[in-house]
């Protein structure tokens, strides 16, 4: 499976403090590369954030993570993200990261739209819906 399969992509480089003590990329890192990914990929699809959906924000119920090869400080990677599994009130994101073509790590978070004034699931905002019919189409 190839990037092509990914609606977007996002580029980082492997900062020193994603390093933990063995000399490689940390369990936390990682989930820091998905969220600066998600982030990007939200506000490419409009004005959207991970605390404004158009109307409510959204909550990650889990969080999945597959480690392939080893990352190190200063590797250039890439982020594929892509929306699937779309529902009344939520939706995953699924991810996965390359290191020069090749596959490092891969996974997934379900997000849950989430109004944070009532502290309860919503339904999906009919902009953000769109938006995301959009690139759920497109894969």
């Given at each position: ?22 000399g ?84 997934d978070?379900?997000?849950?739209c ?26």
């Amino acid at each position: 499976m190839a990037m092509d399969n990914y609606s977007f992509e996002f580029s980082c480089r492997v900062s020193i403090g994603a390093v933990n003590y063995g000399g490689h990329v940390s369990n936390a890192a990682v989930l820091t590369f998905f969220q600066d990914a998600r982030l990007a990929f939200l506000a490419d699809l409009g004005p959207f954030s991970e605390v404004d959906v158009g109307g409510c924000g959204l909550i990650m119920s889990e969080a999945h993570l597959y480690y392939r090869q080893e990352m190190f400080h200063n590797d250039r990677l890439q982020i594929g993200v892509r929306a699937v599994g779309l529902r009344r009130s939520g939706f995953t994101l699924e991810y996965r990261i390359e290191r020069e073509g090749q596959l490092t790590a891969e996974g997934d978070t379900p997000l849950v739209c989430f109004d944070y004034q009532r502290r309860k699931p919503c339904r999906i905002p009919t902009e953000f819906l769109a938006a995301l019919t959009r690139v759920v189409a497109a894969d």
